[in-house]
Each structure stands twice: as C-alpha cells, then as structure tokens.
C-alpha cells in the first residue's frame, strides 16, 4: 500500500514501520477530507446552535457523520489494498461497524476495511486457480458478498460491546481526575477519547453535569472549558500548514476556519489519525490550557456549544476574558510547538523533492530508454 500524502519511507526498522503505519492511515483519511470538511460547513451552519439553524438541513449532520464519513473510509483502505473489489468488501464490512456502535466510527472502519479487503485477496488466491472457465464471474461474486457480510455481521457483534467499555471506561477515568483534583492530567484521557470521536460522551456525559452543579453554586465552572478549548486543534492544525505533508496543507485553512470559527472539533481528527504520534501535541496543549485556566482562575457558566471561539467567549463570565483568551493562545501554542518538532518542522517535506530532482534527470538520459517510447 502507498500513499502521496507522506515521504516515501525508506528501511526496515521499528521507526520505518511506524512511519509506514501512519502513512497507511493517511491513504485511507485524507483523500476524503472534503467530505469532511463538507460536514463541518453543513454542522456549523445549519445545527440548532449554528449560524443559519434549520432543522430540515440539519438532519443531514447524524447520517453523515456516522455512516457516511466511517463507509468512504472503509471503502478506501479496502481500495489500498485490494483493488475495487477490496474497496466494495470493505464499505459492506463498515456497515457492520456503524450499525454495532452508537458513536462514530472512524477508526473501526479503518481498521474493518483494510483487513477485509486483506481476507478477500487471500480468498481469491485460493480460488482463482481453482475456478472453471466462464464461473469467475459467479464464483467472485459470492465470495465478495460472503467475506463482506461475514465481516458486517462480526462488526454488530463485535465492535458496538467494546466501544461501549472504552466510552464507560474513559468517562469514569475522566471523573476520577476531576474528582481528585487532578485536572491538567484529564488531558491524557480526554484529547485520545476526542480523536475516537468520544468527545460528545466525555463532555455531556461526564463533564458538562458536574460544571452545571459547579456552576450552580460558584456562579462558573472550569469543567466546561477542559474538553471544548479549541486551541489544541488549532495548534495543530497551524502546524500541519507549515510543516505538514505538501499535499495536505491546501486542505487545512478550510479546517481551521471550520473547527475554529465553526466550533467543530472533528474536524482536526483525521488529521491525528494519519499521524497518530501527534497525539502527543494535542494532549500537551490540552493539559498546558487547562493549567492556564487553573492559574489564572478561569472558568465559563455555561458549555460553549459549538465549541468555537465565539461561543466560548460568549459564555464567559464578567472578568473572566483573560483566563479564556489566555488558555486559548497558550494551548494552541504549545500544540503547535510540538506538533512542529513531532513533525521535524518539515525536514521529510522539504528533503523529497529534493531527492526527486536529483533523480529525475538521470533516467530520460538513457538513450536506450527514449527509444523505446
């Protein structure tokens, strides 16, 4: 599998593969980043708490967001790996996956779509020498709906029981640190649980209840502003502009005006997911903007919903616009400065065409070469 939207990696050793891995992941996100995006216009726009509120037009948000977004990225990886056919068996396969969760789910289709198209190829292998002549038609179909549904019926069964656990399990974690008074370290647990689309069970089923009880009494909460700061996705989003594969980069003005401006933090996800190491940043920033908050006695009294910059400062308490401005600016610059050395500030970028100039010229010099075109 290959993809033009990460350096061509070179050996064999653990850095190599991980390098490779994410690659992968990138072939299967971002070629369909404009249907992200083209969610993150829709929601931002037309959701109850967006500029232009429709209900009617609204109604697209849910059904893209779970079943469109997650079945294009099935149908890519099984495409990587396997052809057309691979890219079918994937997308059935998703299906399984969306219809076992009630959350998102990106990463299961990226996983259920490369591994089913992976099942197929093996399958083919072993029936195509094994086929009569004028059966392959016959013989491909069933197999590919047969690979495909079993795949869809394991992902209901499978995948919606284990979502479930790590939704639970990640909003107990976050309570316990709440509750401890270990606020800065929730970072850990919520930016990871934000990437896999957690983030609206983290925050309305674990924080928002318990800011809302603060509130109540001290006139603010904290809490509402640990999972909705938006600087963490726009330091890395910042990043990825300068420093980010070349191919990606006209992609994330749209990005960071929809996540920042719109509120829509899913926005910045896949970009995580097709370098997972960056997870380090958004969780640095993340912890650093709550220690800001923390210190400088910030604090909102209501959740900002979307999660954009106008809506948190309209939330803001009387003489509270320095803590929030200040977490703000000060978790997108932590983000962006380690997303930045996580990405070498673009060293790989900046050394590919380099290496492809110089071994351009070399191959139209054959004469042998040019006269066979």
Partial sequence: MTTDYTPAVRGTGMRASIQRFGGHLAGMIMPNIGAFIAWGLITALFIPTG??????????VGPMVTILLPVLIGYTGGRMVHGQRGAVVGAIATMGVVVGSEVPMFLGAMIVGPLTA???KLVDGFTEQRTRAGFEMLVDNFTAGIVGGAMALLGVWGIGPVVRAVTEAAGDAVGWLVGNNLLPLASILIEPAK???????INHGVLSPLGVAEAAEQGRSILFMLETNPGPGLGLLLAFLFFGPRALR????AA??????GGIHEIYFP????KPRLILAVIAGGAAGILTFLLTGGGLVAPPS???VFAYLAVTPKGGWFASVAGILIATAVSFAVAAVLMGFGRGEREAPEEDSAQGPAEPATPSTSKEA
């Fill in 51 to 60: 500029w232009l509120p429709n209900e009617s037009l609204a109604a697209l």
């Fill in 306 to 308: 979307p999660g954009s």
């Fill in 271 to 274: 970009y995580v997911l097709m």
């Fill in 118 to 120: 992976y099942l197929l």
């Fill in 250 to 253: 006209p992609s994330t003005p």
């Fill in 256 to 261: 960071m005006i929809i996540h920042f401006l």
């Fill in 195 to 201: 990437v896999l689309f957690l983030n609206n069970a």
